[in-house]
C-alpha cells in the first residue's frame, strides 16, 4: 500500500489525495504534523527519497528564514530542525515500497504510481 506523508494545509498535499481517491489507489495517511515522525523515520523517508536532507527543507517557509535561514547547518542539524519543525518537510511524500517521491508536480506522480 501507498503511505502518503501530509499536511493537511499545504493544497498541494490535498490535491494529491483527491486524484488518488479519484483513481481508486490505495494509500495510508501519515499526518506529520498530528504524527510526528520520528528520527529514525525521518532517516529511513530520506533514504528512499535519494536525496540529501536539504532537498527536503521548505526554505521559502517564514519559520525557516526567520529561524534558521541564516545558519550553516549540517544534515544532523537539519534533521533535528525537521523533527521540531514539521512544517517545514516537503509534501507531499509518496512512498511504494522501498521508494518514494515528493509529490509535485502530479505528472511525477502519475509515472511513479505506474513504475
Known sequence: MI???????????RGILEYLDENGVAFE????????????????VLKKLHCPV???VRTN??????QFGDKNLGDDDLIQMLLQ?????QR???IKGSVAMIGRPIENVKFFLEK
Open 85 to 89: 519543525n514539521p512544517e517545514l518537510i
Open 61 to 66: 517557509e517564514k519559520l525557516y528564514k526567520e
Open 92 to 94: 507531499p511524500i509518496i
Open 29 to 44: 495517511i501519515i499526518d506529520i504534523i498530528n504524527q510526528p515522525l520520528s528520527e529514525m523515520e525521518l532517516r529511513t
Open 54 to 56: 536539504k532537498d527536503l
Open 3 to 13: 503511505k502518503i506523508l501530509h499536511n493537511n494545509s499545504c493544497s498541494k498535499s
